[in-house]
């Protein structure tokens, strides 16, 4: 074991002064029909782009400290560690690949989702345009890429969730998700024969070892995992992707999982797998486990992987237009 201190991100007033925003805007509320989302998403995204949440950081800096000194796994957590403050101070993107871009809006009644997701597509091509997203959305068969990150249909990229809500606000959330770690997402249907895995949490259990067994040296560990119990195949992939949203700190309020997480991640970082493979104590930093309603017939257990360059932030406007990024 060494011991590993935190790295100091710049100052959010430096990060504040590098905003798109002008010094004056607001979201008008008072005509939420109108409101013009597209500068706040702006910024949005040039923050998520280049600064990992204080939470993965301090997960990668606990996780060093476990490693053996001069080992692999320590100094490929020593790079990450050292490319989260070059990101940072440098505003550049924390990875060459920004990932598909994903949005979940919540808002009042009265926002026109139409208009907001004209708006957040125009964001999107112009954080392209200003290098804070690479050029990731390409035709599926052929890979023509149209080189703003707009898919032609507005259907498949940015993906946008929308739900209204009772709330006054509009929070804005968003996530980066690297094709690396998405490919190594995984969804069973229990029961399992070749896992031996049943329709419990032991089941579930197995599940999840299993594809962090079969992620191994893919998908920049270390990873963080969301999983959700149940739902169709849609919504599990679905939900199971949304828990990456989730501090790392945070605990989960079914005491029964909370526990069964903690016993969980504490077992997977025995398996040796280590930082992007190389062996190690650091295999995954958390993971978020969900129960969800479903089908009698069907038990799907589905697995979103999380690399460790975890990019995601939330963005409120309040009633009365006031800004706050998390
Ligand atoms: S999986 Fe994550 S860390 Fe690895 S290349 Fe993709 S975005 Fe970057």
Same mark, same amino acid.
């Given at each position: 074991m060494t011991s590993c201190s935190v790295p100091t991100l710049t100052p959010?007033?430096?990060?504040?002064?590098?905003?798109?925003?002008? #010094?004056?805007?607001? #979201? !008008?509320?008072?005509?939420?029909?109108?409101?013009?989302l597209q500068p706040a998403v702006l910024e949005l995204i040039r923050r998520t782009s280049s600064r990992l949440p204080q939470d993965v950081i301090e997960a990668?800096?606990?996780?060093?400290?476990?490693?053996?000194? !001069? $080992?692999?796994? %320590?100094?490929a957590l020593?790079?990450?560690l050292e490319n989260v403050v070059l990101a940072d101070s440098h505003g550049a993107p924390l990875c060459q690949d920004t990932g598909t871009v994903i949005f979940w809006v919540r808002h009042p009644f009265g926002l026109s989702q139409r208009r907001a997701k004209a708006q957040i597509r125009q %964001?999107? %091509?112009?954080?392209?345009?200003?290098?804070?997203?690479?050029?990731n959305c390409v035709s599926a068969l052929a890979a023509k890429n149209p080189g703003n990150n707009l898919d032609p249909f507005g259907e498949s990229h940015p993906v946008i969730h929308f739900e209204e809500w009772e709330h006054p606000t509009v929070e804005i959330q968003i996530m980066l998700k690297g094709g690396g770690c998405e490919n190594v997402g995984a969804q069973y249907r229990l029961p399992d024969v070749a896992l031996g895995a049943g329709r419990d949490l032991k089941g579930v259990r197995k599940c999840i070892i299993d594809a962090v067994v079969k992620a191994q040296g893919q998908g920049c560990s270390p990873g963080i995992l969301g999983v959700a119990i149940g739902g169709d195949r849609v919504v599990g992939y679905e939900r199971s992707k949304e828990l990456l949203l989730r501090k790392l700190t945070d605990t989960n309020p079914n005491a029964e999982l909370a526990a069964f997480e903690s016993a969980l991640l504490a077992d997977l970082n025995t398996l040796g797998i280590g930082?992007?493979?190389?062996?190690? #104590?650091?295999?995954?930093?958390?993971?978020?486990?969900?129960?969800?309603?479903?089908h009698p017939a069907s038990f799907y257990v589905s697995i979103s992987y999380m690399c460790w360059s $975890?990019?995601?932030?939330?963005?409120?406007l309040d009633a009365q237009g006031g800004i706050a990024f998390q």
């Open positions: 959010i007033e430096a990060v504040e002064a590098q905003s798109v925003l002008p #010094a004056d805007w607001q #979201a !008008d509320f008072q005509n939420l029909a109108a409101v013009d990668l800096a606990a996780g060093r400290a476990t490693e053996t000194k !001069d $080992s692999r796994g %320590a100094n020593d790079t990450m %964001a999107v %091509a112009e954080a392209t345009k200003r290098s804070w997203l690479r050029p930082p992007m493979g190389y062996g190690g #104590a650091t295999t995954v930093l958390g993971l978020f486990v969900e129960e969800l309603w479903r $975890s990019r995601r932030m939330t963005l409120t």
